[in-house]
């Protein structure tokens, strides 16, 4: 595919002086949401996020700027003004790429859509969240069909370090020992109040493409609690089985976190996929006790979106756990966003390169942006996966007690040393 992560892809192939084939099925064929023939086409925004190495996606940007990246290379040549954050120009973006692309020896571009996947050839799939029918049918095939998803349904993720711990209480139904989960404790009064928020809250729009029945079996919570004011109380926010230890009593309702990492950085809010929109998710959802000041590393949203059970499938540089020869780039490997996307497809044309050459491939060390991102996808409960930006929540601890507000600083230090020494080990 020619998007950002097949593009990136090719891009750290060529220039190590590597023959690429790259299919790309526009204009030939277009997804719902393309409509450009241009490679590297932005659907959704014009923005990449932070530009600061002080935040996680900002580290991600200069660790890629290290490694020589294309896509970091078309961004900062287009950019347009926006404040602190990186923005470009999305057709000049694209036909920079697209030129840079075309001037390397080696590249053979195939505009068709490719149905059938070579299992017998070294092949980077980067099909996207809108991979077609056809692809989809092939990853499939090589996959088990049970490890091929369409539809996000994703709760928000809270960091730990936000939550309020003397309003919560550890616990699993019915369970007298600690619990596997964090329970925020609601009363009648606070419960009503939280429902009627939710019931009133603002949704983000849904794409044409993207058919509301498609989230039957997975549903918002605004839309669980429009069907009444006590249905979340038989669905998500459920007290059976839950004692507070502070009252000794069961609380009128709950809303469960459940720990998303073994650190214990990050946790994901049950049941709570949700089309509201960000602002109105923060205000709502810090009504609950305990989550008052809760910050957010991902929203919780609903949309179309192809993506693999990367845990169960892939090794940690990026090839299938069956197939050594079959690698996977892009979001359909369970990152979110246009940086994590195109991120992978650098690691999957260093991989690749390195593959061919009979070379050790070298994983980036969780300490970086790259590192704790592949680390995540492959790594995280392969039960409960689901696609995720890059946040620092999932870096290991700094080994050093340093004020918040100067962690960002310590994580970038830390993470650009490293993947200057990656770099070195995998020319």
Not at 231 to 255: H, N, Q, S
Not at 394 to 410: A, D, I, N
Request: aromatic share 8%; hydrophobic share 35%; proline share 6%.
């Amino acid at each position: 595919g020619g998007g950002l992560a097949g593009c990136e892809a090719a891009w750290q192939l060529l220039k190590r002086g590597r023959a690429v084939c790259l299919y790309e099925m526009k204009p030939e064929v277009f997804s719902p949401a393309h409509k450009s023939p241009l490679f590297a086409e932005l659907v959704c925004s014009n923005s990449f996020r932070s530009n600061s190495p002080e935040n996680a996606v900002g580290l991600l940007k200069e660790e890629m700027r290290i490694m020589e990246s294309l896509i970091m290379e078309s961004a900062d040549i287009t950019s347009v003004p926006a404040g602190k954050a990186l923005a470009v120009d999305r057709t000049l973006f694209s036909q920079y790429i697209e030129k840079k692309l075309a001037s390397c020896e080696g590249l053979i571009t195939i505009r068709k859509e490719l149905s059938d996947i070579p299992e017998n050839s070294i092949v980077i799939i980067a099909t996207g969240p809108l991979t077609s029918d056809k692809a989809a049918k092939s990853i499939s095939r090589i996959t088990g069909s049970e490890h091929l998803y369409f539809y996000d349904a994703i709760s928000p993720i809270i960091d730990g370090e936000s939550i309020d711990y003397g309003k919560v209480f550890q616990a699993s139904r019915y369970d007298s020992g600690r619990g596997d989960y964090l329970n925020c404790p609601m009363t009648k009064e606070e419960y009503e109040r939280f429902w009627h928020e939710v019931i009133d809250g603002q949704e983000a729009s849904i794409k044409d493409f993207e058919d509301k029945k498609c989230f039957e079996g997975c549903l918002p919570i605004e839309v669980l609690a429009r069907r009444g004011e006590k249905t979340l109380l038989f669905g998500p926010m459920k007290p059976v089985g839950l004692i507070d230890p502070k009252t000794g009593k069961r609380p009128y309702a709950v809303v469960q976190l459940r720990q998303e990492n073994k650190t214990s950085t990050l946790y994901n809010m049950v049941g709570f996929q949700t089309k509201l929109t960000w602002p109105e998710q923060r205000r709502i959802f810090q009504l609950i006790p305990g989550l008052e000041k809760a910050e957010f590393p991902r929203h919780g949203s609903i949309h179309r979106n192809t993506f693999i059970n990367s845990p169960a499938l892939l090794k940690k540089t990026l090839q299938l756990r069956s197939h050594d020869n079959i690698f996977f780039a892009g979001q359909i490997t369970g990152v979110e966003g246009y940086v994590e996307s195109a991120a992978m497809g650098l690691l999957a044309g260093v991989n690749v390169h390195r593959h061919l050459d009979g070379k050790e491939l070298i994983p980036p060390l969780e300490t970086t942006a790259l590192g704790a991102l592949v680390h995540h996808i492959t790594n995280a409960d392969h039960k409960t996966f689901q696609p995720m930006n890059v946040n620092f929540g999932l870096f290991p601890p700094l080994s050093e007690k340093v004020p918040k507000k100067e962690r960002g600083k310590h994580y970038a230090r830390r993470a650009i040393q490293e993947i200057e020494n990656w770099k070195e080990k995998t020319r």
